[in-house]
């Protein structure tokens, strides 16, 4: 039935789904692969060190600043998967699930041990994350032991049309910044998305398209 909910994002958020910017509410209702170039950094000093060591937990390349990047989104009606891939074949996937509903309840973010709480704030169409809590293999660690992360996205223009402006930082107090990827994505079509080498395909795409996407 049209205007019936019929996923986990959508469930989740209930009315407030229609605040989302629509290119958000498309990407959260149908799913869909984005990709561009990003660029990718880490802190000086003891925040640097630490910063590398997360991004290799992570699985986040950081031997360049700039690089392609896709990611596919997924939903059903239990869960979002995240499928992040990078130029060089690295991954990052993370499971979300819902918990409860917008603007009291939270997302469990699975990426390999940890288990991060995140409730949702929205601010001009845009989605912005905020670390609730951390569990490593089921113990719950007290926030401060743990980075600060922040992480948003939004709809912004750009020359050529809309573009998926995101990013994902990461901070320890005393320490400063460890670690922060962020780029403006394009859709890729689903044509190329759904490709016989969809990463092969999302990174050329990326590369083609870098001075059009990044500003």
């Not at 059903?76 to 992040?84: E, H, I, K, P």
């Not at 998926?164 to 320490?175: D, E, H, I, M």
Request: charged share 25%; hydrophobic share 40%; net charge positive.
């Amino acid at each position: 039935m049209p205007g019936v909910p019929h996923n986990a994002a959508m469930q989740w958020f209930g009315p407030d789904f229609a605040r989302l910017h629509p290119l958000l509410q498309a990407l959260h209702r149908d799913g869909g692969a984005l990709g561009g170039q990003i660029a990718v950094s880490t802190g000086t000093g003891l925040a640097g060190a630490i910063g590398r060591r997360l991004a290799r937990k992570l699985g986040i390349p950081i031997d360049r600043a700039r690089r392609g990047f896709r990611v596919d989104i997924v939903h059903d009606a239990q869960q979002m998967q995240w499928r992040r891939r990078f130029d060089d074949g690295s991954e990052l996937i993370s499971i979300f699930r819902p918990v409860g509903r917008y603007p009291d309840g939270y997302w469990l973010e699975s990426t390999g041990p940890a288990r991060m709480r995140l409730g949702v704030d929205l601010d001009g169409g845009g989605w912005r994350w905020r670390l609730r809590g951390v569990d490593i293999r089921g113990l719950r660690l007290p926030l401060f032991l743990f980075p600060r992360t922040d992480a948003y996205k939004r709809i912004e223009p750009g020359g050529e049309g809309e573009r998926y402006r995101f990013a994902v930082a990461f901070s320890l107090f005393f320490f400063g910044e460890l670690l922060r990827y962020e780029g403006a994505l394009h859709a890729i079509p689903a044509v190329t998305a759904s490709s016989a080498d969809p990463a092969g395909a999302a990174i050329a795409a990326a590369h083609s398209s870098a001075e059009r996407v990044i500003p």
